[in-house]
């Protein structure tokens, strides 16, 4: 979460800083203008700026990597809400009394859908199974990566592709609750979990579709986004064309951020 007219990162729970004066201690150090954003905004202004969605006029990036959070463009303009925090989705709690999440609270969707909670559970298979072919890409279960859960699903192992599966449809639930307040037509998924290709992404659409209306899911295209691992650092480029050298339309609230 940031503090847009001071350039302060709130909260940001995946890092522990709370409060943190970013622009001011950069500024310092640099003498430099500084800009803050979250990851997740950034990579909305990149889809925005340089990807397929350079033609939406409003659209969402739902950004999964460690965290898990949204970024949105609405009618050209990148939209923070009043509390700095639209977009915090990893952290709506999905599962009634479920795992202790890093903010505190129980079941939040970062603790079923988010990287490091995809890669506990793979570990939990792969101790639990010694017939796993998990092991086959990782010499010790501590040692399982992302990279090596998608060759695992993409090999057709059912326990791996079911937690895949399970994981698409907890993120599915949050963008079928951003299409219903944002009524966009355009989502786009990013961060090192796309490499569960289309089966995850199956799993978001369909439970997108099984909980909103018909008439909205039909308008509403949800697809990876093709920038890749770039994202992030493109849309820090985006931020410095718009605010310094005026290249672009501007899309940033009228705000320094």
């Keep these: 979460m940031i503090d847009l007219a001071s350039g302060t990162v709130r909260s940001a729970v995946n890092l522990d800083w709370q409060d943190l004066p970013l622009r001011s201690l950069l500024h310092e150090r640099y003498g430099l203008p500084v800009y803050v954003a979250n990851d997740c905004q950034a990579a909305a202004l990149a889809e925005h700026t340089f990807g397929d969605g350079k033609d939406a006029e409003s659209l969402v990036v739902v950004k999964v990597d460690q965290g898990v959070g949204a970024g949105i463009v609405l009618h050209g303009r990148l939209f923070y809400g009043d509390l700095c925090s639209a977009g915090e989705i990893g952290h709506i709690a999905v599962v009634e009394n479920g795992q202790r999440c890093r903010c505190g609270n129980l079941g939040c969707l970062e603790t079923v859908a988010g990287e490091r909670a995809i890669i506990q559970q793979a570990q939990a298979i792969a101790r639990s199974d010694p017939h796993s072919s998990l092991h086959r890409f990782a010499v010790a279960p501590d040692q399982i990566t992302i990279e090596a859960i998608c060759r695992v699903a993409e090999a057709g192992d059912q326990a791996v592709r079911q937690l895949v599966a399970d994981a698409g449809r907890y993120l599915g639930f949050a963008v079928a609750n951003l299409v219903g307040v944002l009524g966009v037509r355009r989502i786009m998924i990013a961060g090192h979990v796309t490499c569960f290709g289309q089966p995850w992404l199956d799993a978001i659409r369909q ?47 009228g705000i320094n951020a």
């Excluded at 439970?207 to 992030?232: F, M, N, Q, Y």
């Design 207 to 253: 439970e997108l579709s099984r909980r909103s209306l018909a008439t909205v899911t039909g308008e509403v295209a949800v697809e990876i986004s093709e920038i890749g691992r770039d994202i992030v650092i493109l849309g820090a480029s985006a931020m410095v064309l718009i605010n310094e050298l005026g290249l672009l339309a501007p899309v940033v609230n």
